[in-house]
T-cell receptor
Framework: EAGVAQSPRYKIIEKRQSVAFWCNPI?????LYWYQQILGQGPKLLIQ????????DSQLPKDRFSAERLKGVDSTLKIQPAKLEDSAVYLC???????????FGSGTRLTVV | GESVGLHLPTLSVQEGDNSIINCAYS??????FIWYKQESGKGPQFIID?????DKRQGQRVTVLLNKTVKHLSLQIAATQPGDSAVYFC????????????FGAGTRLAVHP
């Protein structure tokens, strides 16, 4: 089966600009996750979707981050405006209902200068 | 609280030796744990998992040990190979309806010929 697809692979923006990341999960996976991984740290969950509904966004900085999964398939994560501390790898993962096996994409490396 | 940490940030081993990577977790209610391997530029890759009703699980060249009394996990890699060089994360699955995976900080494993 195809893996979790993410784009772009790399992005460099200036602070206060906006940026968007895209994720296409594994076909049929109902649950989709966005993680932020700062260099030298473990991934931190930002938001979790079950189909097109948000089930956990407690760690999402809602003043600048937003995410959607309108049709319960693809998802986008947006940052507006970006700050220097947003520099990180943004990982998308998906899993099927009742299955604890997450599959991760390769991530988008964001550098804010 | 919700935290999973690691005892050693880096581990250097000789090719062919056995490696042991340790992890402490804090949430005694977690009932499922996963070890991930992350190579440079890639997303975390599932290695092995263990449920809280087990204390040991073996895979191909890998063994996970769980000590619930002291909230400790370890990953043992037998006959470590250069291809095992990566960052290893333990992750703790919090239940409560929608599963939430919490990662530790990671240990870098460097395998020397």
């Amino acid at each position: 089966e195809a893996g979790v697809a993410q784009s772009p692979r790399y992005k460099i923006i200036e602070k206060r600009q906006s940026v968007a990341f895209w994720c296409n999960p594994i076909s049929g996976h109902a649950t989709l996750y966005w993680y932020q991984q700062i260099l030298g740290q473990g991934p931190k969950l930002l938001i979790q979707f079950q189909n097109n509904g948000v089930v956990d966004d407690s760690q999402l900085p809602k003043d600048r981050f937003s995410a959607e999964r309108l049709k319960g398939v693809d998802s986008t994560l947006k940052i507006q405006p970006a700050k220097l501390e947003d520099s990180a790898v943004y990982l998308c993962a998906s899993s099927s209902t009742g299955n604890y096996g997450y599959t991760f994409g390769s991530g988008t490396r964001l550098t804010v200068v | 609280g919700e935290s999973v940490g690691l005892h050693l940030p880096t581990l250097s081993v000789q090719e062919g030796d056995n490696s042991i990577i340790n992890c402490a977790y804090s949430n005694s209610a977690s009932d499922y744990f996963i070890w991930y391997k992350q190579e440079s530029g890639k997303g975390p890759q599932f290695i092995i998992d263990i449920r809280s009703n087990m204390d040991k699980r073996q895979g191909q060249r890998v063994t996970v040990l769980l000590n619930k009394t002291v909230k400790h996990l370890s990953l043992q890699i037998a006959a470590t190979q250069p291809g095992d060089s990566a960052v290893y994360f333990c992750a703790e699955l919090l239940g409560g309806g929608y599963n939430k995976l919490i990662f530790g900080a990671g240990t870098r494993l460097a395998v020397h010929p």
